[in-house]
């Protein structure tokens, strides 16, 4: 993402939402994010949180503070959006 980002002239701006994503993710998972679903086999609960037209997907343990980022996604209205950024 950020390396198509630079291609477009926008690699600073997407490296710092990215930043201040993991940021949040790191010192507020909770409070930042909104709680989508209980994934109960797993003890885990999946949150969504936007960031600056940046859609950030990820899940929290119920116990365990331990955070897993599964996609950040450009929305309608950011240069990225409609670009595919799965491996």
């Given at each position: 993402?950020?390396?198509?980002?630079?291609a477009r002239g926008i690699g600073p701006a997407v490296e710092r939402s990215?930043?201040?994503?993991?940021?949040?993710?790191?010192?507020?998972?909770?409070?930042?994010?909104?709680?989508?679903?209980?994934?109960?086999?797993?003890?885990?609960?999946?949150?969504?949180?936007?960031?600056?037209?940046?859609?950030?997907?990820?899940?929290?343990h119920e116990r365990i503070p331990l955070v897993f980022?599964?996609?950040?996604?450009?929305?309608?209205?950011?240069?990225?959006?409609?670009?595919?950024?799965?491996?």
């Amino acid at each position: 993402m950020v390396a198509r980002a630079h291609a477009r002239g926008i690699g600073p701006a997407v490296e710092r939402s990215v930043a201040y994503i993991v940021d949040r993710l790191i010192n507020d998972p909770r409070g930042w994010g909104d709680p989508i679903r209980n994934l109960r086999k797993a003890g885990q609960i999946e949150y969504q949180g936007r960031y600056n037209r940046l859609l950030a997907v990820y899940t929290l343990h119920e116990r365990i503070p331990l955070v897993f980022l599964w996609r950040i996604i450009p929305q309608e209205g950011h240069p990225l959006f409609g670009e595919n950024f799965d491996v």
